[in-house]
């Protein structure tokens, strides 16, 4: 086999503890290591230093890069644009590299092909074993069949400098990934799925973690501005539920109306639809899940919740993006 290229790892990070869990793994990963590991501190206003020392053998070759709260795109960039590897693997800083990560990672780069702009690693996320999981565990394990994830993707230093890296206008941890991968192939590149493995632990989070993720129907807009209306296919990403938030989202307002208008049959009427969506939505989420009290509290809350603010988010990303254009790459 041909030797493997060299790599630089790049991790954003807002300081989150389990970032010294990623740099052990990655430091006990050896047999091809990086070249260096960029941590990128995209903490708004540090306080207290990074976890650093937990890199172990890894320690004298791990720097830091501050971006000041810009975003994971924008930390990305920061990070990639500081390296003179072949290769920028990124990783999140809430995952763990197997121990055969490097190995494997060596096979992935040294069998690319000349036009292959990025490889993707597998990521397995655990679940309970005693219980079913709850709607966030399950979205987390979503990943697991997830396209181009930034959670561990490889992509060749050239095709991020071609395409001018990361769009820093998606500002959370949503749809960068995607973009970018459609813009690399886009470029001509290939990309492909390797043979490397990484977990992706579930992280802890409270009952709204699902009302605060529909600020990513904003960034569903902009990928539509950017890359026309047929991006999920191309992109391999799931539709949601936004049309059914809609309508549900639809009738309540209907019902409002027609209460404040005196109108007491059609508001009955556009209230029985609103009731039956929200019931239809929260069962959808409670039916897989581990049926606990709290569980089932916390699906009923967010599931009446979530519609509205779907589409509001969504309202907001059309008037936001309505300008947006393409990001040019370097020629």
Known sequence: MTAAPGYSVVIPTIGRPC????????????????????????????????????????????????TGGRGPAAARNAGWRTVGTPWTVFL???????????????EDLATAGARTGGIQGRLTVP???????????????????????????????????????????????????????????????????????TRHPVRPADRWASVRAQRGNADDVLMTRLHGRDWWTRAEAPRGRLPRHALVTAAALTALGCTLTGRRRAAGAAGGL????????????????????????????????IPPLAV????????????????GGTP
């Open 92 to 106: 999140d800083d809430d995952v763990q590299v197997l121990p055969d990560w490097s190995h494997r990672l060596a």
């Open 127 to 197: 679940l309970p074993g005693d219980r079913r999981p709850t709607d966030f565990e399950r979205g987390t394990a979503g990943l697991e069949r997830a396209a181009w994830a930034t959670a561990d993707m490889a992509y060749r230093t050239a095709a991020l400098r071609r395409t001018g890296g990361f769009d820093e206008r998606f500002r959370r941890a949503f749809r960068e990934d995607a973009d970018l991968a459609l813009r690399v192939r886009g470029a001509g590149w290939r990309l492909r799925r390797g043979r490397r493995t």
């Open 274 to 305: 609103w009731a039956l969506g929200t019931a239809e939505f929260a069962l959808a989420r409670i039916a897989p899940g581990p049926r606990t009290p709290p569980e089932i509290a916390a699906m009923l809350a967010t599931s009446v919740l």
């Open 312 to 327: 509001r988010h969504w309202i907001d990303g059309l008037v936001r993006h309505r300008r947006a254009r393409p990001l």
């Open 19 to 66: 970032l010294a869990d990623c740099l052990r793994a990655l430091a006990a990963a050896g047999g091809h290591p990086p070249e260096e590991v960029v941590v990128v501190d995209d903490r708004p206003a540090p306080v207290g230093p990074l976890p650093l020392d937990a890199a172990g053998v890894l320690r004298g070759r791990t720097r830091t890069v501050r």
